[in-house]
């Protein structure tokens, strides 16, 4: 059983960054796939980030180059820079074992971010 909480939406201006934290408690290994996800309304939940073990990152396309997944032991953190309007979401943080898909892992609670053009 692995606990996910998630801190640091909020609300900003276009332009202006947010740092989203997610501490993971519980069943949860050094080599687990720890994931950050967003859903817009009327949207489907779609990838932001993920960081296997090993340290190596993927990002999604609307990603790349603005936004910087990171951890440190339990804790997965997103660095989101230049936001935009469209980058208004629900973050979710999302931890699965190494090779599991994320719909069978954990997910947190969400946290809203929203940006203001």
């Known amino acids: 059983q692995v606990q996910l909480v998630e801190s640091g939406g909020g609300l900003v201006q276009a332009g202006e960054s947010l740092r989203l934290t997610c501490a993971a408690s519980?069943?949860?290994?050094?080599?687990?796939?720890m994931a950050w996800y967003r859903q817009a309304p009327g949207k489907q939940r779609e990838v932001v980030a993920s960081?296997?073990?090993?340290?190596k990152t993927y990002y999604a396309d609307f990603a790349t180059g603005r936004f910087t997944i990171s951890r440190n032991k339990n804790t997965v953190y997103l660095q989101m820079n230049m936001l935009k309007s469209e980058d208004t979401a629900v973050y979710y943080c999302?931890?699965?074992?190494?090779?599991?898909?994320?719909?069978?892992?954990?997910w947190g609670q969400g946290t809203q971010v929203t940006v203001s053009s």
């Open positions: 960081i296997i073990y090993g340290g």
């Open positions: 519980g069943s949860i290994h050094s080599t687990s796939t």
């Open positions: 999302n931890v699965r074992p190494r090779g599991t898909p994320a719909d069978l892992g954990s």
